[in-house]
């Protein structure tokens, strides 16, 4: 059962119809997964978010040479003692100093076997290990073809200088049990074993090009927050062990062989870190490989939103401790205002303050969608009396509809009315929006003022004043037919008219189109 320490029965006799009843203590080995850090969000393009974030605080790595478990095994088809090996040297282990070792996990290729022991060895060189200092029996959860652990109570501390020989004795009763991968093997450090009173390369000596599936898992004593390591010279070795079991003597070289009497087995090399996936809200939206540290979630409606990132482990996943909280503006329309001429009504509103990609603009009236404008201004006619509520908001790029602008009563009586509602100065618009071959433009003046309108082609040139003047308090209109200071009709394209007053100007946009 994944996630659970083995336990196996062995040499149960039984007599025809007998039953036995064997009670089974499950452990089960909680995984260490470590969570992605300095998760950041930034809002990119107005209306998307930039995710980043750091690989999991490494505080555990697994050390191997295989590449998986091929579906093959390595032995002698015979009963024999053996010891198979990986070496880690110094060189290797030169930036895990300080770091515990606290479990060994190998995998074998069937359970032709009496007794199986894991063996840890502190030093040695190429061709001898070093003292023996730790082992233990698990015979008792070897099981074939999945990973066997063995956690070690109390861990090993990585020395300077110093190498390392982990790997299991077997007392095989047949077969071919010691697993292997594929290859090509790593010469003298993963694939090593015990015969004729030495060790050597099963790949130096016999040509078999495989490799044992053995891995060691390293602890770094490294907390969270980053302590430092403990001075390499407080470092002991650690005190040598007598072994329970005399070295095997009886295997020869050219006994050895290798069975692939099974299909390649879809065994990970090593349980790791193999991707991550990306929340927005609780809901998953990415998943990201290993080595991609940074998402964008693009075209976000306003509102605010929370991410998380999940590390993704062979053995479980895990998420970031800390969601990233990002809010997505798309500010609204401003100025909005109503120019009332007794049933009729004209609306008119400025682009919002932080202009970005605006397609149109949706207005509402009392809560309801009443049309997609392109323009700046929407003419109502023949309105029934009553009291009215506008709003209106922009339409970004990708469709996304911006916030809301502020809510404008307008009240239609039943008889004529020309003041403005709420009376401000200020320029209204123009309608019709697009226009041809006139528009009229409308403003209004809290109070009596001088007032200039001028209209401006699209390079900044003036081409035509249509109103210079001292105007009364009240709302205005001006009509433009399309020519300028001199009488010329002038050509299709985008406008820009002015209003100045001593207190107040305003510029919008109009486009005479034939």
Not at 284 to 289: C, V
Not at 352 to 371: A, C, F, G, H, K
Not at 428 to 440: D, M, R, V, W
Request: glycine content about 8%; hydrophobic content about 35%.
């Amino acid at each position: 059962m994944a996630g659970y320490e083995n336990m196996v029965f062995r040499n149960l006799e039984l007599d025809s119809g007998q039953m036995l009843q064997q009670d089974i203590n499950l452990q089960y080995i909680e995984p260490t997964l470590y969570p992605a850090t300095d998760l950041s969000a930034t809002v990119q393009e107005f209306n998307s978010v930039q995710l980043a974030w750091e690989a999991p605080n490494v505080q555990s790595q697994e050390i191997l040479y295989h590449n998986g478990y091929s579906g093959a095994g390595i032995g002698t088809n015979t009963p024999v003692e053996a010891e198979f090996a990986i070496r880690l040297t110094s060189e290797e282990l030169d930036d895990y100093v300080g770091w515990e070792l606290g479990k060994v996990s190998f995998m074998l290729h069937t359970m032709e076997f009496n007794s199986a022991l894991v063996h840890i060895y502190e030093g040695g060189s190429n061709g001898q290990p070093g003292t023996l200092v730790y082992e233990e029996d698990v015979t008792n959860k070897a099981l074939s073809q999945i990973w066997i652990d063995e956690i070690l109570e109390d861990p090993i501390t990585i020395l300077p200088d110093t190498e390392y020989w982990i790997g299991y004795y077997l007392d095989a009763t047949g077969g071919y049990p010691a697993a292997c991968d594929s290859g090509p093997a790593v010469s003298g450090k993963g694939d090593l074993i015990y015969t004729d009173g030495s060790w050597i390369s099963i790949s130096d000596a016999l040509g078999l090009d495989v490799n044992w599936i053995i891995n060691a898992t390293l602890t770094s004593p490294q907390d969270r927050a980053g302590n430092k390591l403990m001075a390499k010279s407080s470092l002991e070795p650690r005190a040598g062990i007598r072994s329970r079991i005399a070295m095997p003597t009886g295997l020869h070289l050219n006994e050895l062989a290798i069975e692939n009497s099974l299909d390649e087995i879809q065994v990970p090399a090593y349980r790791n870190l193999y991707g991550y996936t990306v929340y927005r809200d609780g809901t998953a939206i990415s998943n990201q490989g290993p080595y991609e540290l940074d998402y964008t979630d693009a075209d976000l409606d306003a509102g605010t939103y929370s991410y998380s990132i999940e590390a993704n482990y062979t053995q479980g996943n895990v998420l970031n401790s800390t969601p990233a909280e990002i809010i997505i503006s798309l500010p609204a329309p401003t100025n909005l205002a109503a120019l009332v001429d007794g049933g009729n009504l004209n609306l008119s509103w400025d682009p919002p303050t932080q202009q970005r990609s605006i397609q149109s603009y949706n207005l509402y009236m009392d809560e309801e969608l009443v049309e997609n404008v392109e323009g700046l201004s929407y003419s109502m006619a023949d309105m029934e009396a009553g009291i009215y509520s506008f709003n209106v908001a922009a339409i970004y790029s990708g469709d996304h509809e911006g916030e809301m602008s502020q809510t404008l009563e307008v009240e239609i009586e039943s008889s004529a009315n020309n003041d403005l509602v709420n009376p401000v100065t200020g320029l209204l618009g123009n309608y019709p929006n697009p226009f041809n071959p006139s528009t009229t433009i409308s403003y209004s003046l809290k109070e009596a003022s001088d007032v200039k309108i001028v209209i401006f082609n699209s390079k900044g040139q003036i081409v035509r004043k249509l109103v210079e003047a001292h105007m009364d308090r009240g709302n205005h209109t001006a009509v433009w037919n399309g020519q300028d200071n001199n009488g010329n009709t002038v050509g299709n394209g985008l406008y820009l008219y002015k209003m100045q007053s001593p207190d107040y100007q305003s510029t919008k946009k109009m486009i005479l189109m034939k």
